[in-house]
T-cell receptor
Framework: AQSVAQPEDQVNVAEGNPLTVKCTYSVSGNPYLFWYVQYPNRGLQFLLKYITGDNLVKGSYGFEAEFNKSQTSFHLKKPSALVSDSALYFCAVRPRRGGGFKTIFGAGTRLFVKA | GAVVSQHPSRVICKSGTSVKIECRSLDFQATTMFWYRQFPKKSLMLMATSNEGSKATYEQGVEKDKFLINHASLTLSTLTVTSAHPEDSSFYIC?????????????FGPGTRLTVT
């Protein structure tokens, strides 16, 4: 079965330190990869996507993600965390072919950035 | 970027009543709309996929007679929770996608918090 794994329920980091939120996937082919952020009682906001090309993708609010095909990973990173980055982050994967083209979401990782 | 709105943002209703949630794509035509349900501190659960002008496709375990979805136009989809019960209380999020070369993009609404008393 196709799946997306975010192994950490929660990530704690001090403000100013680098952060990483992990994501691995088990989806056939070369899927589209996404990261979304959700603030309390809000919908999902798009952060970045990988479609093709350079493995390092830069997105909104200083976030970036690195696609690693051999490890089927798409970890989200930021060089210097802000308290305002505290939120719930979702990794999502969408097959390019088949599967009804449905987006598969990870379980989410809650990021806490401490001042 | 593309904007998706949802109305209402928050609704409280009594058990046994029906509630309608609207999802609109404001500046693009949404050939496909998705309805998700999110439980507290959980991921999004896809409920159904709807294409404009055709019947929605429901995910396994989702009661189509309870969660009525209508996608009458390219900018509007509605989710009606019929005979609501407290266990239907949840955060409902819609998402829209266009056709064409950008069809991998999904745009999410802000969500609707439903509380059934």
């Amino acid at each position: 079965a196709q799946s997306v794994a975010q192994p950490e329920d929660q990530v704690n980091v001090a403000e100013g330190n680098p952060l990483t939120v992990k994501c691995t996937y088990s989806v056939s082919g070369n899927p589209y990869l996404f990261w979304y952020v959700q603030y309390p009682n809000r919908g999902l906001q798009f952060l970045l996507k990988y479609i093709t090309g350079d493995n390092l993708v830069k997105g909104s609010y200083g976030f970036e993600a690195e696609f690693n095909k051999s490890q089927t990973s798409f970890h989200l990173k930021k060089p210097s965390a802000l308290v305002s980055d505290s939120a719930l982050y979702f990794c999502a994967v969408r097959p390019r072919r088949g599967g009804g083209f449905k987006t598969i979401f990870g379980a989410g990782t809650r990021l806490f950035v401490k001042a | 970027g593309a904007v998706v709105s949802q109305h209402p943002s928050r609704v409280i209703c009594k058990s046994g009543t029906s509630v309608k949630i609207e999802c609109r794509s404001l500046d693009f035509q949404a050939t496909t709309m998705f309805w998700y349900r999110q439980f507290p501190k959980k991921s999004l659960m896809l409920m159904a996929t709807s294409n404009e002008g055709s019947k929605a496709t429901y995910e396994q375990g989702v009661e189509k007679d309870k969660f009525l979805i209508n996608h009458a136009s390219l900018t509007l989809s509605t989710l009606t929770v019929t005979s609501a019960h407290p266990e239907d209380s949840s955060f409902y999020i819609c998402s829209a996608r266009t056709s064409g070369s950008s069809s991998y993009e999904q745009y999410f609404g802000p969500g609707t918090r439903l509380t059934v008393t």
